[in-house]
């Protein structure tokens, strides 16, 4: 059920996104997937915890989606490379905190 859900969501979204107003979107499917996943413990038939399982495999893309149109519209292109990223998190939580050292190729702890 969560891929019907999430087919047909995905389907009616690849029309295209909503410029503007996304944040509000994104807080709400965040929360809709909550209240969905809370539904999904009071649910006692077989055919509601169906419904909750298509509604969660319906808001699911959503979310994902805007949350990549986001990311994409806000990071600048040369950075969007994944290992680019990847590397770029690693020098700035790592590195910089003084928690990390590199030395002799290998990743050691700076307090050794």
Not at 33 to 52: E, K, N, Q
Request: proline content about 3%.
């Amino acid at each position: 059920m969560i891929a019907v859900g999430s087919l047909a969501t995905t389907v009616w979204l690849g029309r295209g996104l909503p410029k503007h107003r996304r944040g509000i979107y994104l807080y709400i499917t965040v929360v809709a997937l909550g209240l969905m996943t809370i539904g999904l413990g009071f649910s006692r038939s077989a055919v509601a915890i169906s419904l909750v399982i298509l509604i969660i495999g319906a808001l699911l893309p959503i979310f994902g989606l805007i949350w990549v149109n986001v990311l994409q519209e806000l990071v600048p292109r040369d950075l969007l490379d994944e290992s680019r990223a990847l590397t770029i998190l690693v020098r700035r939580y790592c590195f910089q905190s003084g928690t990390v050292s590199r030395a002799g190729g290998r990743m050691q702890s700076a307090h050794n």
